[in-house]
């Protein structure tokens, strides 16, 4: 029997907040700020008055029959291609910071460069399995355009899979053009999802323009949508957690019933990163124990619905990478992990509730996906890997160190981490009792020194930034 202290809820737990969900649907509604959404939803019959729509639960539960439980995002290099969904999981890189920290704690506006260095860093890690979207906001690119040079980016410099524009409904058709420019006409991409885009509510009960539109194109493209709620407890929802998971769930499933509408069978995965309003600043924290919380909560009614789940994952409320960057990091990737999210966006990176990017932390946090991937790779409890012969053969009082099966086994068998430091005193002294941000300094460093560009089609780089010029010029 499965054990796990944190709170498994019971099938009548899931059942009320579905219920309340519902109740939430129906009577209060949801405001969608789109002429064409609430055509959509006028179009199949549902109740809309003004901009807000009304939902029965027959539709919700017509939407979530045609949501898929698990789908594929198609790499431009097959070999990296990811499924989402059941028990498989993706790390992404942090999202949508405005600043850069470096290791002495010191902050700066980002750069397209800083975007270009985390895609480098992406490409070479280990352990991230999809290229992010905005993992900084460049301020010295113009805001009108920068979404097409950080689409263009994450085409070029990394070959894994990659998040989609969701900036607007323009913005959003930009990506799916550039797409299909990659995969050799739009048409190979209609029924090939290349792209996972973040479709944010705007808490409480309301979804924006610039979200709705971008929903409805890549729906309509069969690209996929995380639709999320990020309600601080205590501010833009209930001081109550329940009150939170009751409320977001009713935002989450508003969005994956306009995406179902839109184009049936169309990937969706829900997704939230709600945590708790700190009372004493009113500012977000998502280094808080409910952050935890909540994602726990989350992968068990995304099961609920038969539905890939997203969450946080290295998330910190601390402005630097300290001990409570680390601590509040590891809690937050560690129950992502384990309480079953398919789709861990901020694994690695951010800092200070969302405000930075640092890569230093994103080493250290990269250093801990792979922690934790091995922590829940199962131990083999074969005959061959209990190895009885052996055990006997050493006998009462022997030792393992010099036995040819640990030679054979010696490199491979257990996690070795790259960052971390097992040093004893002395070798930690005389190698200049570097903390582990400094050691991080210097491998980003090599990291982005040895970054080698995948290769890519000439043909199709020069139609992809010649669509890029052609759009800024417009």
């Given at each position: 029997?499965?054990?796990?202290?944190?709170?498994?809820?019971?099938?009548q737990?899931?059942?009320k907040i579905?219920?309340?969900?519902?109740?939430?649907?129906?009577?209060?509604?949801?405001?969608f700020n789109?002429?064409?959404?609430?055509?959509?939803f006028k179009d199949?019959?549902?109740?809309?008055?003004?901009?807000?729509?009304?939902?029965?639960?027959?539709?919700?539960?017509?939407?979530l029959?045609?949501?898929?439980k698990?789908?594929?995002?198609?790499?431009?290099?097959?070999?990296?291609?990811?499924?989402?969904?059941?028990?498989?999981?993706v790390?992404?890189?942090g999202?949508?910071?405005?600043?850069?920290?470096?290791?002495?704690g010191?902050?700066?506006q980002?750069?397209?460069?800083?975007?270009?260095n985390f895609?480098?860093?992406?490409?070479?890690?280990?352990y991230?399995?999809?290229n992010?979207?905005?993992?900084?906001?460049?301020?010295?690119?113009?805001h009108?355009?920068?979404?097409?040079?950080?689409n263009?980016?994450?085409?070029?410099?990394?070959?894994k899979?990659?998040?989609?524009?969701?900036?607007?409904?323009?913005?959003?058709?930009?990506?799916?053009?550039?797409?299909g420019?990659?995969?050799?006409?739009?048409?190979?991409?209609?029924?090939?999802?290349?792209?996972?885009?973040?479709?944010?509510?705007l808490?409480?009960?309301q979804f924006?323009?610039?979200?709705?539109?971008s929903?409805?194109?890549?729906?309509?493209h069969?690209?996929?949508?995380?639709?999320?709620?990020?309600?601080?407890?205590?501010?833009?929802?209930?001081?109550?957690?329940?009150?939170?998971?009751a409320?977001?769930?009713?935002?989450?499933l508003?969005?994956?019933?306009?995406?179902?509408?839109?184009?049936?069978?169309?990937?969706?995965?829900?997704?939230?990163?709600?945590s708790?309003?700190?009372?004493?600043?009113?500012?977000?924290?998502?280094?808080?124990p409910?952050?935890?919380?909540?994602?726990?909560?989350?992968?068990?009614?995304?099961?609920?619905?038969?539905?890939?789940?997203?969450?946080?994952?290295?998330?910190t409320?601390?402005?630097?990478t300290d001990?409570?960057?680390?601590?509040?990091?590891a809690?937050?990737?560690?129950?992502?992990?384990?309480?079953?999210?398919?789709?861990i966006?901020?694994?690695?990176?951010?800092?200070?509730?969302?405000?930075?990017?640092?890569?230093?932390?994103?080493?250290?946090d990269?250093e801990?996906c792979?922690?934790v991937?091995?922590?829940?790779?199962?131990?083999a409890?074969?005959?061959?890997?209990?190895d009885?012969?052996?055990?006997?053969?050493?006998?009462?009082?022997g030792?393992?160190?010099t036995?040819p099966k640990?030679?054979?086994?010696?490199?491979t068998e257990?996690y070795?981490?790259s960052?971390?430091?097992?040093?004893?005193?002395?070798?930690?002294?005389?190698?200049?009792?570097?903390h582990i941000y400094q050691?991080?300094?210097?491998?980003?460093?090599?990291?982005?020194?040895a970054?080698?560009?995948?290769?890519?089609?000439p043909?199709?780089?020069?139609?992809?930034t010649?669509?890029?010029?052609?759009?800024?010029?417009?």
């Amino acid at each position: 029997m499965m054990y796990d202290r944190m709170q498994e809820m019971s099938r009548q737990e899931m059942e009320k907040i579905h219920d309340a969900a519902m109740d939430l649907l129906k009577t209060t509604g949801v405001a969608f700020n789109d002429k064409e959404a609430l055509e959509i939803f006028k179009d199949n019959g549902f109740k809309v008055e003004g901009t807000t729509v009304f939902f029965e639960e027959s539709a919700v539960q017509k939407a979530l029959e045609t949501a898929p439980k698990r789908f594929t995002v198609h790499a431009r290099n097959p070999e990296k291609n990811v499924e989402i969904g059941e028990d498989d999981f993706v790390f992404l890189p942090g999202y949508g910071a405005p600043f850069v920290m470096d290791a002495k704690g010191n902050e700066r506006q980002a750069s397209m460069e800083d975007y270009d260095n985390f895609c480098k860093l992406i490409q070479t890690s280990p352990y991230i399995d999809m290229n992010g979207w905005m993992m900084v906001e460049p301020a010295d690119m113009p805001h009108q355009t920068v979404h097409l040079d950080l689409n263009l980016s994450n085409m070029l410099l990394c070959d894994k899979p990659f998040m989609g524009s969701p900036v607007s409904r323009q913005g959003a058709l930009d990506g799916i053009e550039m797409a299909g420019i990659l995969w050799g006409g739009k048409k190979n991409i209609m029924d090939k999802t290349v792209s996972v885009s973040l479709i944010n509510s705007l808490s409480p009960l309301q979804f924006s323009d610039e979200m709705i539109g971008s929903l409805i194109e890549l729906a309509r493209h069969n690209q996929a949508c995380v639709v999320a709620s990020l309600i601080m407890a205590g501010g833009s929802g209930p001081v109550t957690l329940g009150g939170v998971i009751a409320l977001q769930n009713a935002e989450i499933l508003a969005g994956i019933t306009l995406a179902q509408l839109v184009r049936p069978g169309a990937p969706v995965i829900y997704g939230s990163t709600s945590s708790a309003m700190d009372m004493k600043t009113g500012a977000l924290s998502i280094g808080a124990p409910e952050l935890s919380k909540n994602i726990h909560l989350v992968a068990q009614m995304a099961r609920f619905y038969n539905l890939p789940s997203r969450s946080g994952g290295g998330l910190t409320d601390s402005l630097c990478t300290d001990a409570q960057a680390g601590a509040e990091s590891a809690l937050a990737l560690y129950t992502a992990a384990t309480s079953g999210i398919n789709f861990i966006l901020h694994a690695c990176g951010i800092l200070g509730s969302y405000i930075a990017m640092s890569f230093e932390k994103f080493l250290v946090d990269e250093e801990l996906c792979g922690m934790v991937r091995n922590m829940i790779k199962p131990v083999a409890l074969t005959d061959e890997a209990i190895d009885l012969d052996i055990i006997k053969q050493v006998g009462i009082g022997g030792q393992y160190l010099t036995h040819p099966k640990t030679f054979q086994l010696c490199r491979t068998e257990f996690y070795m981490p790259s960052l971390m430091s097992r040093k004893n005193k002395d070798a930690w002294a005389k190698a200049g009792k570097q903390h582990i941000y400094q050691i991080a300094e210097d491998k980003v460093a090599q990291r982005l020194a040895a970054y080698e560009r995948p290769d890519i089609d000439p043909d199709i780089e020069k139609q992809l930034t010649d669509f890029v010029e052609k759009r800024k010029n417009q």
